[in-house]
Structures are given as C-alpha cells and as structure tokens.
C-alpha cells in the first residue's frame, strides 16, 4: 500500500526550523482563541477595568501560549519542531514563570481572592501537558473547563471581584458555558484531523452519492472541512470578543 504526501502536522505549522518553529510552538489560532475566552468573561463584569483585563490576557498568552504549548511540544514532539529541548524548557518555566507573577501581582494589588485562581492556573497547565497523575487531567472535558470555563471565569473575575446580580449570574454563567462548549466543539474536531495529519500513512475507498457519482477518499479531502471549520471558529471567538469588550469600553 502507498503513502500519500505528508501533511503538516497542524494547519497552522510553519515549515520546521529556526524562527518558524517558534511561531509553531504558539498553536497561534489557538492561543488566540483561548485568551479570547478571558475578554469574553470580563465583558460579563458590571465594569471593564482596562490594566486588569489586558494582564489577565498576558497571563493567559504566557500560560497557554507559550507555556503549556512548550510543554506539549516537550512531551512527544507533537508539531516535530527542531527546538531543543533546552529551548522548551526555557519556553515553558518562562511562560509559566510569567503568568504567575502576574497572578501574584494580581494578588497583592487587586485582591486576595485572585489567589485560588493562579494556583488552579498554575496547576492545570503542567498537569495536563505533561499528563501527570497518569493522565488523570489529560482529558477533553479538562481542556474545555480549564482554557474554556477556567478562562471566561477569571476574566470577569478579576474585573467583578464579586456577583452583583441575578442577571450579572446568568451572564456570567451563560459565557463560561459557551467558551467550555466551543472548546469542546475545538477538540471534537481537533481529534481525528491530528490523527489524519499526524498518524494516518494513508486513506483509501470511495463515496458512492445517490445520484451515481463517486468520489475518492484521500487525506486532503478529510482533513478540509475540520480543518476549515476550525480556522472559521478560531476567527470568529476572537471577533466575538472584540464586539463584546468593544460595547463595554
């Protein structure tokens, strides 16, 4: 049986090598999309503060972005970027080191009750990166609660710092629900492409249609549609977010 063509590994990887496996590393869609999740919560707050909700998305950039996609990349080369494992490992204590730090200044400046925030942030990254407690918290619904609910929650958090109303509940419960969601929906379909780009050496049968017409089965034509659906869905969250700050600033 013939291979077809390898793929990148993501739809979003650069070719491998120097600065571009840096960008890599990031997942930038993704990255993106899950600090939108913070801007989204913080819209639910009675109050934008401007300095509290751009370090909440600094310290969700570092967390994620940099720190448990270096961990990721760390724990199996999932990407197969030529980064040395000093450089991961720089990447990450950085990222994670950097986030909490925010989270302490958070802490002494803003409130006291930031405090269970960080240390569950700080947490859930190594956990579920590096699949400890043998991967006990290396799940899908982790994901989703943790860079889903976990980042709409301290988003408004840091900006509410208390529930106000019934209605500031239902909003705030209605976000934290729809970014977990749309988290679970990223994985959904995050699942079986980076099996087809990363596992899979090659496809084959047919589509037979109703009306006769017979189409093959490959690699590429599998892995477009997921792979559209989550570049459209990594733009759109972003935009939300921008819309719904933008209403409240």
């Known amino acids: 049986m013939a291979t077809e063509p390898s793929l990148r590994p993501a739809f979003y990887a650069l070719r491998p090598g120097g600065w571009r496996d840096l960008v890599t590393v990031l997942h930038p869609p993704y990255t993106l999309w899950h600090v939108s999740n913070v801007a989204i919560g913080a819209a639910m707050a009675p109050h934008i503060y401007a300095g509290r909700l751009a370090a909440a998305i600094a310290a969700f950039f570092l967390a994620v972005g940099v720190g448990a996609h270096a961990l990721d990349e760390l724990h ?3 990407l197969g970027t030529q980064l040395s494992r000093r450089t991961l490992l ?14 302490i200044a958070g802490i002494v400046f803003v409130s006291p009750t930031l405090a269970p925030l960080v240390l569950a942030g700080g947490f859930i990254a190594p956990a579920y990166n590096l699949e400890l407690f043998g991967g006990r918290f290396h799940t899908d619904f982790w994901l989703a609660a943790s860079w889903g609910g976990f980042s709409a929650f301290t988003g408004w958090w840091v900006n509410s710092l208390g529930l106000h109303s019934v209605r500031e509940a239902i909003a705030v419960a209605a976000a934290v ?12 379909l995050s699942t079986p492409v980076r099996e087809l780009r990363r596992r899979t050496l090659a496809v084959e049968g047919e589509q037979r249609l109703s009306d006769g017409t017979v189409r093959r089965l490959d690699r590429a034509g599998l892995t477009a549609p997921l792979d559209g659906a989550l570049r459209g869905l990594s733009i759109a969250v972003p935009l939300l977010a921008i819309a719904l700050v933008a209403l409240r600033v």
């Not at 990447?91 to 989270?103: C, E, R, S, V």
């Open 76 to 78: 199996g080369r999932p």
């Open 177 to 188: 629900l729809a970014c977990f969601f749309l988290t679970v929906v990223q994985r959904r």
């Open 90 to 103: 720089a990447l990450a204590i950085g990222g994670l080191g950097g986030a909490l730090a925010i989270g």
